[in-house]
């Protein structure tokens, strides 16, 4: 008995000994980072904030996206990589709108209604596009080895590039659109605010708390997390499992729709492959956060949004933006792979 013992405390010494360094690397990492950012700040006041209120910008756009990439993930364990190229799409049509069909390109009051009614269009139309995907490609596959659905969504992204390329641009140059917010803004102290950082966070949050409440407060959210732990145990209760993931599809591309609004709006400028470069950013946000898990995606998406506002002004430059973001994304998963988050998991064999 007491070799027993003397054994199971020589077995978990070396464990507890690396968690404890790896611990202590994390804790030396980020005072790192911590005594950077404070060095930066005073020297710099003004570009510090200048650079954070555009990483907060940024951060609420990936954190709509991110949404997207959690909402399915954690229902059906599903990693739909077309929805990056979703959020193009919602993009472009939300230039159509806006442009070409209000031509709402100064700041009016019809402007205002149309941009509106433009965020509505959008997201009902990538809402509606990405519940055809989960009838016609997803649903088939449900039940198959977790590669076919995995590069079905691959396919997917294709389609929705060279949909978006050959219908809505005419090939592969960026398309540049006028938007009613420009570039306009006003000063408080020396710090310029961005009227386009007001709108997409006052879009972002009341979009956020919605969602938040259907699944914490309403039968379908209740469903959905049902599902979400065990889909046989929640047909047995009367939930209807299809229905129940067509609607989460649903809110994740309502997600998309409303970013693509904002991008337009904020940015003015759409490419065929927009999806791909922001939809990895918004996936990494996921995961940083703990993928499934949907306050994670939102702080993963707010904090890779200030990383980068904080590298590009005061770092290593635009050039070394995604290199500092995967690089902090696997330093992470070195130490904490379920992400910020996320609960750690266990395979059985």
Known sequence: MAQTM???VETRSPRATRELVERLIGWLLLGAVGIWLLTELVKDPQGFVQDLLTGVNNGALYALIALGYTLVYGIIELINFSHGDLFMLAAVVSGIVTVNWFGATSFTLGAVVAVLLALVIAMAAAAALNVAAERVAYRRLRRAPKLAPLITAVGLSF???WFG???FMNGSAPKSWPTMIGS?????GSVKI???L?????VTLPLLAAITWVIASTRAGKAMRATAQDQDAARLMGIDVDRTISFTFALGGAMAGAAGLLYMQSVGTTKYDLGFQLGLIAFTAAVL???????GAVIGGFLIGIVQGLNDGLGFGQKWSQTVVFTILILLMVFKPEGLLGNP???KV
Do not use: D, K, P
């Open 165 to 167: 390329q050959q219908r």
């Open 6 to 8: 003397v054994e199971a």
């Open 289 to 295: 956060g703990g993928i499934g898990n949907m306050n």
């Open 198 to 202: 007001l709108i997409v966070v006052g």
């Open 194 to 196: 961005y009227w386009s």
């Open 345 to 347: 998991t266990t395979e």
């Open 159 to 161: 389609i929705y590039q």
């Open 184 to 188: 306009n803004g006003f000063m408080v």
